[in-house]
């Protein structure tokens, strides 16, 4: 029994591969199971170049969509010719489909200013990329980031483009009014490549954006608007926010119809302020030029022209013209008139007529024309204000003007001129001046003077001979008296005498008598009239009897 | 006999981990210890291929652990996630460097660090080296007296996301990266406790005789 071999003891086989290994293996599909779900979750990577990377982070600032996030920026680096911002950033799976050719990033950072506070949730969150989707369907990954923020994003309106000459205190957000509501937002602006006008867009919201329709103007509501007139001060605003900030208004002219409905991008002239807006429809602008023979001293670009007192267009232009023909210089003004406003002052019966004027090129040229021609139409230079001497053109009818023909074939038909009634007066009043100035007064004053130095001379020796006479003439003129006193008496008595011998009957002697004593009436007469007229006029003795006393 | 040559295993008798009596082995199986009850054996059982395996797991861990952000701080609106070392760099660029390096030790240079020694002893171990044995017993005990210093990090986020709850001015919730930070943690620990460290002896005396 000896001899059988031992059964060998096999210690019992072990699986070499342990239930372990279950937990590695349960930690690599975990890890790897989150990697893939990462991995399938991973929205694209785009890249947009912005011109600053104010305040952004990578792997911070979040890239916002309606206030929600849509990815986030993992690397800001400078491009390569070191002129802008490269950000990359990783958009969320959920917002790829949203990254299409005209998307729109911009930055958004607090702003603060007095139409609003935008962005302030930044002032604590830190800067963040704003998106707005585009409307294409090509989809990208590089995007050019926009320097200035849209005003509206995702809000139902339509978007207008004004121009200006000059954009006032306007900037991007002032508000636009209609009827002194808030309608919409100016959402930016830019200067034409010929650096003369600037496009100002605007965005009115829905539903207010059916207002502005193809006859709708434009103008600039900043600031306060003072006029002073019969019935005292009038201060239009539109509202404080506009005074300070700026803003615009819009609304249709009462005169015109309100036309449809404008489509989205139309073009707008914007005007200066209300007055304007309503009252020059510049669609129909026509320009004239006016060739002076005077001094345009006072006349001034944007000085009024009025017809029969209405103002109906404005100066353009002011400037010199070298005639070659006649070989002289003479101011040349060149007006614009606005046939409209004719309508607009115009009554409403005759509004169709002048429809008609305004809107019919040929039939305009002819009624002009005939202004013109046979009305004797013509341009005057006017004196506006005394005091600041300013003037402005006045189309009026002088019909006694010479008759001229209106020539439509040059590029600006020329109106005639007629001296201005201030130069016409002053032409009067000049040779008037001439003629006083040519008047000897000073030989006149000298002869008169000398005239009353004799005059004076003279009276004073009438004088002293009235003194003289007096002195000596009146005690011999008593003398005289007595004298004749006597002889009254003297004749009294050869009376009394001739009576007693006159009674007689002898008729002869009675006859001479009586002839005698009617010389002798008809000589005391006189004597009686000398004697009064030298009672009252002493002087006569040496003067005669009827000359005037004193005298030339 | 060198002290070092020499183990219970070759003396035909069995030590028991937990309270170190010596006994002579049961007939097939150690069997239990007579003193404490626990049970005892030979080698740890399958001790090398189980160390591995928590190891492997806990290597593959430490990669979303670190990748993945950890807190997630809401402020005012905007969320932040922050990854361990990014808290490192946060911490570091802030001026409290003390604080950065305090992290950078529990959180990263920890685990890692037990991870790298296991991976040396279980290769020392497999390959039968007998030299360093005694810097390799204290590396051991080294893992595994550090171990629980890495929970430093999870406690932290446990805490911050409970009390850090200021909404909607600011609040933390904890990323996912802790869960697998955690679980790094819990698999070194794993790894320590499954590692037998009389391997190391064993192998100074003689090749893995009793080894799994």
């Known amino acids: 029994m000896d001899h059988l071999p031992q059964a060998t003891v096999v210690p019992p086989k072990r699986s070499r591969i342990s239930v372990i290994w279950i937990i590695p293996l349960l930690a690599a599909v975990v890890a790897i199971g989150i990697a893939v779900q990462r991995y399938l979750a991973e929205g694209p990577t785009i890249v947009i170049v912005f011109t600053a990377a104010e305040g952004i982070e990578a792997g911070k600032t979040p890239i916002k969509y309606k206030d929600v996030n849509i990815g986030q920026v993992t690397a800001v680096r400078l491009t390569n010719d070191y002129a802008k911002v490269e950000i990359t950033a990783k958009i969320d799976k959920h917002a790829a489909g949203l990254m299409v050719e005209d998307a729109k990033f911009w930055v958004v950072r607090p702003q603060i200013s007095l139409s609003g506070v935008s962005g302030l949730s930044t002032l604590l969150s830190g800067n963040y990329i704003g998106f707005e989707p585009g409307k294409s369907t090509d989809s990208t990954r590089i995007f050019i980031g926009l320097d200035v923020p849209p005003v509206v994003s995702g809000v139902a309106g339509r978007e207008f483009i004004l121009t200006t000459g000059d954009l006032g205190s306007l900037s991007i957000g002032s508000p636009i009014y209609y009827r002194r509501v808030q309608v919409g937002q100016v959402t930016g602006y830019e200067l034409q490549p010929d650096g003369k006008s600037i496009q100002v867009k605007i965005f009115v919201h829905a539903p207010y954006d059916k207002y502005v329709t193809t006859s709708t103007r434009f103008w600039n509501a900043s600031g306060i608007d003072v006029s002073v007139g019969a019935d005292g001060i009038n201060v239009h605003t539109e509202s404080l926010v506009a005074v300070l900030v700026g803003g615009l208004a819009f609304d249709v002219p009462p005169f015109m119809a309100a036309g449809e409905a404008a489509p989205v991008d139309q073009v707008f002239a914007l005007f200066s302020d209300n007055a304007t807006a309503m009252k020059a429809p510049d669609p129909v602008a026509k320009r004239y030029v006016l060739h002076f023979d005077e001094s345009v001293r006072g006349l001034s670009v944007g000085a009024p022209v009025s017809l029969l007192g209405l103002t109906a267009g404005e100066v353009t232009s002011v400037g010199l013209e070298v005639d070659t023909a006649r070989g002289d210089i003479r101011p040349r003004v060149e007006i614009v008139w606005y046939p409209e406003r004719i309508v607009a002052l115009g009554n409403v019966k005759g509004a169709a007529k002048s429809e008609v004027i305004i809107q019919d090129e040929q039939k305009r040229r002819e009624f002009i024309r005939k202004l013109v021609e046979e009305r004797g139409l013509r341009a005057q230079l006017r004196s506006g204000s005394l005091i600041t001497g300013q003037l402005y053109v006045s189309l009026d009818y002088h019909p006694n003007s010479p008759k001229v023909k209106l020539d439509f074939n040059k590029s600006t038909p020329e109106i005639p001129v007629v001296p201005s009634p201030l130069a016409d007066l002053e032409a009067k009043v000049g040779s008037i001046v001439d003629k006083i100035d040519r008047m000897p007064l000073e030989a006149i004053g000298k002869d008169i003077r000398k005239d009353l130095e004799n005059l004076d001379e003279t009276l004073t020796s009438a004088k002293k001979l009235i003194n003289r006479a007096d002195e000596q003439l009146m005690p011999g003129l008593k003398t005289d008296i007595e004298d004749l006193q006597r002889t009254l008496q003297a004749v009294e008595r050869a009376m009394n005498n001739a009576n007693a011998s006159l009674l007689e009957p002898n008729a002869a002697m009675q006859e001479d008598l009586r002839n005698a004593l009617n010389e002798f009436t008809r000589a005391a007469r006189s004597l009686r009239v000398l004697t009064d007229e030298l009672e009252r006029q002493p002087s006569s003795l040496i003067r005669g009897k009827t000359e005037p006393s004193g005298g030339k | ?212």
């Open chain 2, 1 to 212: 006999m060198s002290v070092a040559t020499l183990s219970a295993a070759r003396a035909g008798i069995v030590s028991c981990l937990t309270c170190g009596l010596l006994s002579r082995p049961a007939a097939a199986e150690p069997g239990y210890c007579r003193r404490c009850g626990a049970k005892l054996a030979w080698r740890k059982h399958h001790s090398v291929q189980y160390t591995w395996a928590f190891l492997i797991a806990a290597a593959i861990c430490y990669i979303p652990a670190n990748a993945l952000p950890v807190l997630g701080t809401t402020a005012l609106g905007s969320t932040e996630f922050d990854t361990i070392i990014g808290g490192v760099i946060f911490l570091y660029k802030t001026g409290s460097w003390p604080l950065a390096l305090i992290v950078l030790v529990a959180s990263i240079m920890i685990p890692l660090g037990k991870i790298v020694a296991l991976s040396w002893l279980l290769i020392t171990v497999q390959r039968g080296w007998a030299r360093n044995a005694h810097d390799r017993a204290r590396l051991y005990r080294l893992v595994e007296f550090i171990g629980k210093w890495s929970m430093l990090d999870v406690f932290v986020d446990a805490f911050t996301v409970a009390l850090v709850q200021l909404s909607p001015l600011m609040s933390v919730e904890p990323g996912l990266g802790v869960v697998f930070f955690m679980a790094v943690v819990v698999l070194t620990m794993l790894a320590a406790q499954s590692f037998d460290p009389r391997l190391i002896w064993d192998s100074s005396a003689e090749r893995g005789a009793h080894g799994g």
